[in-house]
């Protein structure tokens, strides 16, 4: 498995992914654009070498890079 390394705002988006929300939800919680979250959301995908928001959180969880309550 090839090291990962996610910068603090990636690491934030990705929470916010897990949680279920919509790139506009994003950028409105973090204050940024959702220009800014869609740049965030295309370095997480080629870091993670996932295609699409189910990859995500199934590397996310499987990497534990977040943690889901009540697991």
């Known amino acids: 498995m090839k090291s990962l390394h996610l910068t603090r705002r990636e690491h934030q988006v ?7 929300l919509s790139t506009p939800e994003i950028a ?3 204050g940024i654009s959702p220009d800014t979250v ?8 080629r870091k993670l070498n996932v295609n699409n928001v189910a990859g995500v959180v199934r ?13």
């Open 14 to 20: 990705l929470v916010l992914i897990v949680e279920g």
């Open 28 to 30: 409105a919680r973090l």
């Open 38 to 45: 869609n740049q965030h959301r295309s370095q997480i995908h």
């Open 59 to 71: 590397e996310a969880i499987v990497q534990k890079l977040v943690t889901i309550d009540g697991y």
